[in-house]
């Protein structure tokens, strides 16, 4: 079983940066893919990013690529969401989440994965 602890959401305004990041419990193994979601009010969780937690392989979704980058440190157990240049559509409860199967191709479906934090709240002004 793995825990994951999402911090670092906050109020911060477009055009502006932030960093999640996801602390997992327990032993990693290297089939495991480890990614974000995101999901506001009304909508459905939206996937953001993902990663290979053995090879670092990463995917993006089209609405984020270029400005998040997602990372891991396997000596650490962490995993990371660098956000920049932030708009207010990125307002949403960010979620880290693992999938244990990580050679499946549906890397953005949120059914794939196994294991999800309690989310952490990124508010964007205008």
């Known amino acids: 079983q793995v825990q994951l602890v999402e911090s670092g959401g906050g109020l911060v305004q477009a055009g502006g940066s932030l960093r999640l990041s996801c602390a997992a419990s327990?032993?990693?193994?290297?089939?495991?893919?480890m990614g974000w979601f995101r999901q506001s009010p009304g909508n459905e969780r939206e996937f953001v990013a993902a990663i290979n937690w053995s090879s670092g392989i990463t995917y993006y979704a089209v609405s984020v690529k270029g400005r998040f980058t997602i990372s891991r440190d396997n000596a650490k157990n962490m995993v990371y969401l660098q956000m920049n240049t932030l708009t207010p559509e990125d307002t949403a409860v960010y979620y880290c989440a693992a999938d244990r199967a990580g050679y499946s191709v549906r890397y953005s479906d949120a059914r794939e994965y196994d294991y999800w934090g309690q989310g952490t709240q990124v508010t964007v002004s205008s």
């Open positions: 327990g032993h990693i193994p290297s089939t495991y893919r």
